[in-house]
């Protein structure tokens, strides 16, 4: 229910914010297409679709129609209003999902790479494929089977996978390596195709077998494997037959632990949507041959629009990449568009995809599980919210600062003796990391080596870059002591920023000094911040500061990696950029291709056998003087 104050209020802001518009809406196409809502500054802060231009983005300027807080806030800052036509609502739908992921809008629903989710990735390209574990999806060709929860839950499938099919177990590189089978061929578990003879009928059997079950499909698996132990009983083929034996306990005994949720063994997900003032939690559960086979949810905090424009955008965005669609996604919120969104969805999976909105039976005890699940996440994440900001006013109040420390910026620097010198900023907003922001510099001081000339370098090449995709930060910690904090100052007075934001500087504890925690750091005061009973305000401060230090480290080490490899392979007579680029692509490591004999590398194209030699013998050379250098 709307309270008159509200209607009151987005009637006077509407009526604002209409005149600019008027003479746009009275001549805008009532044809499908795409609206673009920005801000003064031109950039886009919402991308909506329609059947109708005309009647749907009159729809926000309508005086005396209610809108929620969102929507409300976003309308205030509208200065420019595009549209594009498209020939149908199909096309209309397309583009909006496309340029979505484009320009990523403040107040659109918008899926964030799925770094978070670990998959199972199945190569198909090779001649033996394999399990690995990866956390980013790509178009290579490959089967993803996922995501998992946790990095828990995908390490205990894949080790029951080991253990009961005949897998290989190693990676590509070491697979080209080996001149005899591991252990794991010793002991029974893999069939050894680095190095023995493979039936690929035999090794296809298997990759089926292992798709079949982390497909869901363990009850119709259970049951080939119980006729393939029978028939082989039956030809007194007695050890193949306890293999099947063993094969088939293992796999009845995970399906004991699968909860079965429908009868009808469909493939099918269930999507709940709850919203409670800006957080919007989307819980889906997957449902595999009627098991449950699990759950994740995604969470929103300043998305616009209706319930089902929302379910409808997110679908389109969940689905359209590489995600597996199953036959039916039950939904929590009937769509408008539902014969748009299920074409869409078909399309993309080349069978019938249907959506349902059920309201009893089976599906609907499913559905209320979804939802269930996405109130406790949605209440989760307010305690989550709650918490933080506690923590970040507590730490505004111990650090005497003028504004909310919304946003927090760390610098850390790392070189080798002075070589390679690099930077990084890691970026904490509203108390969690904020990886997108995340940069890395190549520092170019190249003098002795100097830290506070590090920091002086880095944070004058950020603190000069100001704007929407680099705001300035509420604090700005860097790490080291009172001459680091003496620095940035400088820096700070010199670029007219000093009076922006607070600056602090965090110091390692020193316990020959008896120090019992690490130290902070303000501007004009010798001693440091003495945090009381606020004791979890510093840790999370050292959260951040070890968060700088671990981007900043890993980088450095990566540049030095890259370094060296490129020095070694350009001291070898025949190797240019063409071949280096192969080699390292192709091994990926110097260690990887000191390991490879020559024959190995002549396969490769452009390495003749004489230059396969050559490296080989070079990389010893340079192998034995390193070990001569360490004596």
């Known amino acids: 229910m709307h309270k008159a104050g509200d209607q009151i209020e987005s009637r006077d802001t509407l009526q604002n914010t209409e005149a600019p518009f008027a003479q746009q809406l009275r001549n805008m196409s009532s044809a499908p297409g795409v609206y673009i809502f920005k801000d003064q500054q031109g950039k886009i802060l919402y991308i909506g679709k329609a059947k109708n231009l005309k009647k749907r983005v009159r729809s926000y300027f309508q005086p005396g129609r209610p809108h929620d807080a969102k929507t409300r806030a976003l309308l205030t ?55 690995n574990i990866v956390r980013k999806i790509k178009n290579d060709g490959a089967r993803y089977f996922g995501p998992y929860a946790s990095s828990a839950a995908v390490r ?11 897998l290989r177990k190693c990676r590509a590189k070491t697979f080209m390596g080996r001149s005899r089978p591991c252990l ?14 493979v039936d690929p009928n035999t090794y296809a059997e298997i990759v089926n077998e292992v798709t079949a079950f982390l497909l869901g499909r363990t009850p119709s698996l259970i049951q080939k494997i119980k006729n393939q132990m029978s028939a082989a009983a ?10 099947y034996r063993d094969k088939l306990f293992a796999l009845e005994k995970t399906l004991e632990k699968q909860i079965s949720v429908t009868t009808d063994f469909k493939d099918r997900d269930a999507i709940s949507m709850v919203t409670d003032g800006e957080l919007s939690v989307f819980s889906m559960l997957r449902v595999r041959g009627g098991f449950l086979l699990g759950g994740r949810q995604f969470v929103f905090d300043a998305a616009v629009g209706s319930a089902n424009e929302r379910m409808s955008i997110f679908l389109r965005q969940l689905y359209s990449g590489l995600q597996e669609v199953p036959e039916q996604i039950l939904v929590s919120h009937a769509l408008d568009d539902a014969s748009f969104v299920e074409s869409f969805l078909s399309e993309h999976r080349g069978a019938k995809v249907q959506l349902l909105n059920p309201q009893r039976g089976e599906k609907a005890r499913l559905m209320n599980m979804a939802d269930q699940n996405a109130r406790k996440g949605l209440n989760e994440q307010k305690e989550l919210i709650a918490s933080h900001r506690n923590l970040l006013q507590r730490l505004e109040k111990r650090l005497r600062m003028d504004q909310f420390p919304k946003r927090i910026e760390c610098f850390d620097n790392s070189n080798l003796a002075g070589t390679l010198p690099v930077s990084a900023m890691v970026v904490f907003e509203n108390g969690q990391p904020l990886n997108r922001a995340y940069r890395h510099y190549k520092l170019h001081y190249s003098g002795k080596p100097d830290d506070y000339a590090f920091m002086a370098e880095v944070l004058s090449r950020r603190y000069r870059q100001r704007g929407d995709k680099m705001p300035l930060p509420e604090l700005l910690l860097v790490d080291g002591g009172k001459g680091q904090l003496n620095v940035a100052l400088a820096v700070l007075h010199g ?30 005061r010798s001693n440091p911040v003495n945090f009381g009973k606020d004791t979890d305000a510093l840790l999370f401060l050292q959260r951040v500061r070890d968060e700088a230090h671990r981007f900043a480290i890993g980088f450095q080490r990566r540049r030095r990696a890259k370094v060296s490899m490129q020095s070694i392979l350009d001291g070898i007579n025949g190797i240019g950029a063409h071949r280096k680029r192969l080699l390292l692509q192709h091994y990926g490591s110097i260690e990887a291709i000191k390991k490879t004999t020559a024959e190995e590398l002549s396969q490769l194209p452009g390495i003749s056998h004489r230059l396969a030699q050559l490296i080989c013998g070079q990389l010893k050379k340079l192998s034995k003087a390193s070990e001569g250098e360490s004596t």
């Open 495 to 524: 670029l007219g920023l000093a009076e922006k934001f607070a600056v602090a500087g965090i110091a390692k504890k020193d316990e020959a000094q008896g120090d019992m925690t690490d130290k902070i750091y303000l501007p004009n």
């Open 156 to 166: 205990q499938t894949l080790k029951f996978i080991h253990k009961t099919f005949k």
């Open 234 to 243: 039956e030809v007194q083929q007695y050890e193949r037959a306890a293999v």
């Open 77 to 131: 800052k509208v200065a420019v209003l595009e549209t594009i036509i498209t020939h149908t609502e199909k096309e209309a739908l397309i583009l909006e999902s496309n340029l979505i992921k484009q320009h990523r809008p403040r107040y659109n629903i918008h899926l964030k790479d799925d770094k978070r989710y670990p998959f199972l990735r199945l190569n198909m390209a090779h001649a033996f494929p394999n399990l």
């Open 184 to 197: 794991n061929y010793q002991m029974g578990l893999c069939l050894g195709p680095c190095c023995m003879e």
